[in-house]
């Protein structure tokens, strides 16, 4: 039996062989005995190649990320005395990214500081240059919530292309478990929250998103973010999961039983 768990759109990722990936990616579909996509995008293309494809998108360690909403926790190290309000992001800094949005919004408002956690993948160019922003570095994953815990907002600033339209950012429910607000580029996954998360479909609109949903930051709108992703663990996924590959497994065993036969 054939399990293919897709999560993004391998062909449109940066920097590979578009046409080879993309039928390398087509020959795995169609010889799967089941696919679990995590977008609804990916769904779509998979249906058109395999006739068992289930929507699984991602989940989130609600217990991990919500310490960040724990006040009475320290911030990670050196991060005390930086002035707020605080952008933050943590993530692979690599092309998905739009370093182009990422520097408009720390030049137009210096008095901000935007702090950048995680592996640093790309030439960050200009931005290394840019008094008011930070990029860490890799931190272990288990330390995220001491450093989002000094972020006011969160952002997910990504180029709008075939990866993105396709995507479902595995940071989307780590930052709602945060608690704080959230503004990001328009993705078919994000809008689903539209809610919740701030939408901007440029520059311009990103910075005022940011501005608008620091001015109305709540205790009842962190509790609501909080709360609508308190279900949305791992272990429940993997319930899902496992409950659909146990009912289809059961349909080709006999089928594998009689090709060894």
């Given at each position: 039996?054939?399990?293919?768990?897709?999560?993004?759109?391998?062909?449109?990722?940066?920097?590979?062989?578009?046409?080879?990936?993309?039928?390398?990616?087509?020959?795995?579909?169609?010889?799967?005995?089941?696919?679990?996509?995590?977008?609804t995008g990916l769904v779509a293309a998979?249906?058109?190649?395999?006739?068992?494809?289930?929507?699984?998108?991602?989940?989130?360690?609600?217990?991990?990320?919500?310490?960040?909403?724990?006040?009475?926790?320290?911030?990670?190290?050196?991060?005390?005395?930086?002035?707020?309000?605080?952008?933050?992001?943590?993530g692979v800094l690599d092309p998905r990214?739009?370093?182009?949005?990422?520097?408009?919004?720390?030049?137009?408002?210096?008095?901000?500081?935007?702090?950048?956690?995680?592996?640093?993948?790309?030439?960050?160019?200009?931005?290394?240059?840019?008094?008011?922003?930070?990029?860490?570095?890799?931190?272990?994953?288990?330390?995220?919530?001491?450093?989002?815990?000094?972020?006011?907002?969160?952002?997910?600033?990504?180029?709008?292309?075939?990866?993105?339209?396709?995507?479902?950012?595995?940071?989307?429910?780590?930052?709602?478990?945060?608690?704080?607000?959230?503004?990001?580029?328009?993705?078919?996954?994000?809008?689903?929250?539209?809610?919740?998360?701030?939408?901007?479909?440029?520059?311009?609109?990103?910075?005022?998103?940011?501005?608008?949903?620091?001015?109305?930051?709540?205790?009842?709108?962190?509790?609501?973010?909080?709360?609508?992703?308190?279900?949305?663990?791992?272990?429940?996924?993997?319930?899902?999961?496992?409950?659909?590959?146990?009912?289809?497994?059961?349909?080709?065993?006999?089928?594998i039983q009689g090709m060894a036969n």
């Open positions: 039996m054939v399990v293919y768990y897709c999560i993004d759109n391998y062909a449109a990722l940066p920097d590979v062989d578009a046409a080879e990936v993309a039928q390398m990616d087509g020959a795995l579909s169609r010889r799967a005995n089941l696919v679990f996509a995590a977008s998979k249906q058109k190649q395999n006739g068992r494809v289930f929507y699984s998108p991602h989940a989130v360690d609600a217990d991990l990320f919500g310490q960040a909403a724990d006040s009475a926790r320290p911030v990670a190290e050196g991060l005390r005395n930086l002035s707020h309000p605080v952008i933050g992001f943590f990214l739009d370093l182009s949005l990422i520097e408009y919004l720390a030049v137009q408002r210096p008095q901000w500081n935007l702090l950048l956690v995680g592996r640093v993948a790309t030439d960050l160019g200009k931005l290394t240059d840019l008094p008011n922003l930070r990029a860490v570095g890799t931190v272990p994953y288990e330390t995220l919530p001491d450093w989002a815990r000094t972020f006011d907002l969160c952002i997910m600033p990504y180029r709008r292309d075939a990866f993105s339209e396709n995507a479902n950012p595995l940071k989307l429910r780590e930052y709602l478990a945060t608690g704080r607000p959230v503004v990001s580029v328009p993705m078919p996954e994000v809008d689903r929250f539209g809610g919740h998360v701030a939408i901007a479909d440029n520059k311009e609109s990103f910075l005022a998103a940011i501005e608008r949903e620091l001015g109305s930051d709540s205790e009842v709108k962190r509790k609501a973010r909080l709360q609508l992703v308190s279900t949305d663990t791992w272990d429940a996924r993997v319930e899902q999961v496992v409950s659909i590959v146990r009912e289809v497994l059961e349909e080709v065993t006999p089928s």
